[in-house]
Structures are given as C-alpha cells and as structure tokens.
C-alpha cells in the first residue's frame, strides 16, 4: 500500500512564524500535493509538484511557498503565518498509473 | 470555476436506510469519477471508483451510478451504518496533466442510529 506521511498531527503556531509542514511518500510517486480543506469550502489546492524541483501554483498559492528537493518529500512553508491560515493541511501524491489520488492524515494547523 | 459540483452541503439519514450522494461536473472530457471518504482529523481515503464507459459500479453496501448525458453521478449506500457517517467528496479525472483531480467541496453524510 502506498503511504503518504505527514510529520505532524497537530500544529499551533504563533503569528508571524514560519511554519514547515511536510510530507514524504514511499511510492515513488511523480506529482505531489498540497491541500487545505476548510468547513464549506471542499480540498483547496495550494501547491503542486510534478517532478524534482518542479512546482506549480494551484488555486489559493498566497502565503504559501513549497519545495521538492527529493522525489519523495514535498514541502509546504508558510513564510509568515497568519490566523487566516489555521486549517487542515492535505498532501497527496499519485503515479501516472494510477487513477486518484493517495493522501497523508492531515496536519491540524492553529495560528494564534 | 468549480468543475465538480456537490449542491448539498449535508444529508442525515436514519441508520438502515439508503443514503444518496450527488454529484454533478461540467467537463465532458473527466474520464474517471471517484468518491473518497473522509473521518474528522484523517486525510481522505479512497472508497468507489467508476470508468467513465460504465454507468454503474458495486462494491459491498456501495455503488456509484454516473448518467453521462446529464453530467452526473451519485453514491448510493445501502444499508447506512453510523460508521459510515463522514464527509464524502466527489472527483473526477482529466487524462492529461500533472494535476488531473478535481475536486467537489464535500457533502457531510450524518446516520443516526
């Protein structure tokens, strides 16, 4: 089974930090990515990778940078956090042979 | 544009009887549909996938119809099960790109015992 992991559960933060959220799959997976999901809203895409190095913007990219110096670890930062950015963090990964997508737990972030 | 629409935001549902899920997309050119469940404070995971040369797909209590000349498919469980209470989103793939999901915003499913 594929597995996409994300380094922490829970998350708060104060103001201001600089947060790393990240996220490491086992499957060799090309394209990567980054989600928020908020209550009404649906999976928002904030980032993704298809390749090394590579990065797309997805629908709400603003505040947020990522980084994918190795195929598996896709990083999502947020360069100064802001309470409008506590949510629940999605990463997925999928191959080009495969149907959907697989994702990680979540990571639960508070901004305070 | 929200290519993937689910109208209703929340559905409840007595426990042994069906639950219906909806889902309507705009993009003629998804050629794979698919529903993931999703428990608070867990990442979604997959649940029912459907070609879109089919127009039903069974797996246990769940099945997915898609009607292709209204651009629509549904989720059906049956019997409903308290367990099954969760919020259920709707995707559809498109065949090229690096990112080909597209998501719906979500229906949350409620079966009370």
């Known amino acids: 089974d594929v597995k996409v992991t994300q380094s922490s559960r829970y998350l708060v933060k104060r103001t201001g930090e600089k947060v790393f959220l990240e996220c490491v799959q086992d499957?060799?997976?090309?394209?990567m990515f980054w989600y928020r999901q908020d209550p009404g809203l649906g999976l928002r895409l904030i980032y993704f990778?298809?390749?090394?190095?590579?990065?797309e913007k997805g629908d709400i990219p603003e505040g947020y940078s990522v980084s994918r110096e190795k195929k598996e670890r896709f990083s999502l930062i947020l360069e100064s956090a802001s309470t409008n950015q506590t949510s629940m963090y999605l990463c997925?990964?999928?191959?080009?042979?495969?149907?959907?997508?697989?994702f990680g737990s979540g990571t639960r972030l508070t901004v305070v | 544009d929200q290519q993937v629409k689910q109208n209703s935001p929340s559905l409840s549902v007595q426990e042994g009887r069906i639950s219906i899920l909806n889902c309507d997309y705009t993009n003629s050119m998804f050629d794979y549909f698919l529903w993931y469940k999703k428990y608070p404070a867990e990442g979604p995971t997959f649940l029912i996938s459907?070609?879109?040369?089919?127009d039903k797909n069974e797996d246990g209590r769940f099945t997915v119809f898609l009607n292709k000349s209204a651009k629509h498919l549904s989720l059906h469980i049956v019997p409903s099960q308290p367990g099954d209470s969760a919020v259920y989103f709707c995707?559809?793939?498109?065949?090229?790109?690096?990112?080909?999901?597209?998501f719906g915003t979500g229906t949350r499913l409620t079966v009370i015992p």
């Open positions: 990778s298809y390749d090394v190095k590579m990065k």
């Open positions: 997925a990964s999928t191959g080009d042979r495969y149907y959907g997508y697989t």
């Open positions: 499957m060799d997976h090309e394209n």
């Open positions: 459907i070609s879109s040369i089919k």
């Open positions: 995707a559809a793939r498109q065949q090229t790109g690096a990112n080909n999901l597209f």
